[in-house]
């Protein structure tokens, strides 16, 4: 009796001792279905209950896609929070793609975690939550869509991030000049017809024969990047107006040495008002750029943002008036000068030569092509007293800068006719506006060349005419957001 109380007793401590046994199986088995993590510390084990998850947003909406529009700088305010009740740690990283910069701002509130990933508090704690600036850069021709991953553990664990992603590091910042070459068209031959509706929007390159001004430039200083056609992606913020974008030139700045740089364009004109090219109290005037009062004028009051009285006279009528110009930041409404901004323009030699002209009689008047004008403007011919070429920030755009709008097969029949007697405006491009000046004199005198409204380039002896000021940018100018359209403009800095 007392072997089989024995046996029993056996039995049921070894039924109980499998019970427990299994038991502790089970519990192991969900518990590591059940917790993210387990890991020794300090020769403990901490376990904790329920799986850890975390929350993100992307400029406030529940999502880890960033989607970029192709050529285009954006920013992004990404929070990351622990909705968890205990802390936890996290770490972000992302599949790398060509042609996509993607980094933090140094306005960033937190900097993203790095390998060894971030300890975010518990939920509804202070360090919940961390919010990251990051900004993106699209230099490619397609929409782009981002993937932040996102991992989690417990707040001493180290988070191995997969070998095709990486981590969030600073931004690199772009030159404005690097970005847009970035985005213009390769081809240097590409037709403007058989374009892609975005190829249309970028620079479109030039190539040029030597100048008698150029005879020492190589093949790619002679090489221009310039916009064409009716509206392309050319818009920026300058002196908080908006200018476009003319195009990259290599360019001799002051010192002498070559650079390429940014030349822009005002989109509107100054004190939208007609002024004369030239003119003085005495009704005298002077087809020199140096002594002409639309350059006194530009680099002088409204560089530095002063004012001015101004001589207008019209030759055809003989009526002198003058206009009272203000441009103080605190003045009587003309508009505000470019004294705070004159650090980002760059001083650089204009070629002022004069296109050889007797009169209207002379068979050659109407023979002047794109190309022509082009070296025309580059020559040494210049009026009595003129010198071909003058050192300053601002100027008036060349008549080349108007007629290669036209190129590439925008405009077939006004971009291989003569300037003058040939209307542009159907189609019409960016740059054609009501009645403008250019820098360009004649060799005659008492004449200076102007685009019509009908996107004529053609000469006049009438003083009165819209005023568009153009500059190069300095080569240190970043871009920091946009995609060059007129409601997204590219915004500037200073690097």
């Given at each position: 009796m007392?072997?089989?109380l ?5 039995s049921?401590i070894?039924m ?19 917790f993210?993590v ?24 529940d999502?880890?896609?960033?989607t ?9 305010k990404?929070?990351?929070?622990n909705?968890n009740n ?19 701002i140094e306005?960033?509130?937190n ?13 509804k704690?202070i360090g919940s939550s961390?919010?990251y600036?990051?900004?993106v850069?699209?230099e490619t021709s ?7 991953v996102?991992k989690v553990?417990?707040d ?5 991030i997969?070998e095709?992603k990486?981590?969030?590091?600073k ?10 070459m970035?985005?213009r068209?390769?081809d240097s ?20 024969e ?35 974008i003319?195009?990259v ?32 109290a ?7 750029w ?10 002088g ?15 055809r009528t003989?009526i ?9 930041e605190?003045?009587n ?6 004294s ?25 008047y ?23 070429n ?7 755009p060349?008549?080349?800068?108007y007629g290669?709008t036209?190129?590439?097969?925008y405009?077939i ?8 007697n ?5 189609p ?11 820098i ?5 005198g ?7 409204n009908?996107?004529l ?12 000021p ?6 240190n ?6 995609n ?11 690097n």
């Amino acid at each position: 009796m007392k072997k089989l109380l024995l046996e029993a007793s056996f039995s049921k401590i070894y039924m109980i001792l499998m019970i427990i046994i299994t038991l502790l199986i089970l519990g192991g088995y969900f518990s590591y279905a059940m917790f993210t993590v387990t890991k020794e510390k300090s020769n403990a084990i901490s376990i904790v209950t329920g799986n850890l998850v975390y929350k993100m947003t992307i400029n406030d909406e529940d999502t880890n896609i960033i989607t970029i529009p192709k050529g285009s700088i954006m920013d992004f305010k990404v929070v990351l929070s622990n909705p968890n009740n205990i802390s936890a740690r996290f770490n972000i990283a992302y599949k790398e793609r060509e042609g996509v910069v993607l980094g933090y701002i140094e306005t960033s509130e937190n900097i993203p975690p790095k390998e060894e990933g971030v300890n975010l508090e518990k939920d509804k704690t202070i360090g919940s939550s961390n919010i990251y600036n990051l900004r993106v850069r699209n230099e490619t021709s397609e929409d782009i869509e981002i993937e932040l991953v996102v991992k989690v553990g417990l707040d001493y664990n180290d988070l191995t991030i997969d070998e095709d992603k990486i981590t969030i590091k600073k931004y690199d910042d772009i030159l404005l000049k690097d970005y847009i070459m970035k985005l213009r068209n390769e081809d240097s031959n590409k037709d403007y017809n058989s374009s892609s509706e975005y190829e249309k929007k970028q620079m479109y390159t030039f190539n040029h024969e030597v100048t008698e001004q150029q005879t020492s430039w190589s093949e790619d200083e002679l090489t221009d990047y310039r916009y064409i056609g009716d509206n392309p992606n050319n818009y920026i913020e300058f002196n908080n107006e908006l200018w476009r974008i003319i195009g990259v030139f290599t360019t001799e700045k002051q010192d002498g040495t070559k650079e390429q740089l940014v030349k822009i364009i005002k989109e509107t004109h100054i004190a939208d008002t007609t002024l004369s090219w030239d003119a003085n109290a005495d009704k005298t005037y002077k087809d020199i750029w140096a002594q002409a009062e639309v350059n006194k004028m530009l680099n002088g009051a409204y560089l530095n943002s002063s004012t001015m009285t101004y001589y207008n006279y019209q030759y055809r009528t003989g009526i002198l008036t003058t206009v009272n110009l203000d441009f103080r930041e605190e003045g009587n409404g003309t508009e505000t000068g470019l004294s705070n901004v004159s650090d980002m323009i760059e001083p650089v030699k204009w070629y002022t030569s004069s296109y050889k002209f007797t009169n209207v009689s002379d068979p050659e008047y109407v023979k002047l092509s794109v190309d022509e004008m082009y070296a025309s403007e580059r020559g040494t011919l210049t009026v009595s007293g003129g010198s071909p070429n003058f050192i300053g920030k601002i100027a008036l755009p060349y008549p080349s800068d108007y007629g290669y709008t036209v190129g590439y097969n925008y405009n077939i029949s006004c971009y291989n006719k003569p300037y003058a007697n040939t209307n542009c405006t159907n189609p019409r491009t960016w740059i054609f506006s009501n009645y403008q000046s250019t820098i360009t004199t004649l060799s005659m005198g008492r004449n200076f060349i102007q685009v019509v409204n009908t996107g004529l380039v053609s000469t006049d002896s009438s003083r009165d005419y819209y005023i568009s000021p153009t500059l190069y940018l300095t080569s240190n100018i970043i871009v920091k957001s946009g995609n060059g359209t007129k409601e997204n403009h590219f915004i500037l800095s200073v690097n």
